[in-house]
């Protein structure tokens, strides 16, 4: 079978430790996380873990299930990209002098949505959100002009279908709230 990224979200009880028990189950398969990322849900007291990997159809059947046999996980699912909508986000620190000395910089920001969100005499802090590839081609672009600094999120994501996770959290919701 061949390999493709997959979006795993996995709708949890806010427990400590929980997160360790779930990169558990992906390392005990040897499979690598690409990306994670933790939030609230849309259910007050639900987490929500995006997490993006790259396997096989059989491979994530078996991740969801073992993850649905943790106490805690309420419901997963799994997305293939052309099922989701997705980005990250990411920062850029670059010297002040570099990007004023460089008009193609700024045209290049202006070109990709990119925005500056910090300005100092010593440096300027821009922000991109995209998709992966998008931000690493500023990043390509801004690494030869000086860059300080880089950090980019975990991807955050979303169904472009509707999800049968609401009810399952309603419920959970109700019941806790009883309680």
Not at 34 to 55: H, K, L
């Amino acid at each position: 079978m061949e390999k493709k990224n997959y979006t795993v979200s996995i709708y949890t009880e806010n427990n400590l430790g929980l997160l360790s028990r779930i990169a558990a189950i992906f390392l005990k398969r040897h499979i690598n996380i690409e990306s994670i990322t933790a939030s609230p849900s849309e259910v007050t007291e639900v987490m929500r873990f995006i997490i993006i990997v790259n396997v096989t159809e059989e491979q994530i059947k078996k991740i969801v299930g073992q993850l649905e046999k943790q106490i805690e996980v309420i419901k997963a699912f799994y997305h293939t990209d052309a099922e989701t909508i997705y980005q990250e986000t990411a920062l850029y620190k670059i010297r002040s002098q570099d990007f004023l000395d460089d008009h193609n910089i700024q045209d290049f920001i202006k070109e990709t949505n990119a925005r500056i969100v910090t300005v100092t005499k010593e440096f300027f802090v821009i922000e991109k959100t995209g998709k992966r590839s998008e931000v690493d081609a500023l990043y390509e672009t801004l690494k030869p002009y000086g860059l300080m600094q880089f950090v980019r999120s975990g991807t955050i994501a979303v169904t472009k279908n509707e999800m049968p996770i609401s009810g399952i959290l309603e419920k959970f919701n109700t019941t806790n709230s009883l309680s």
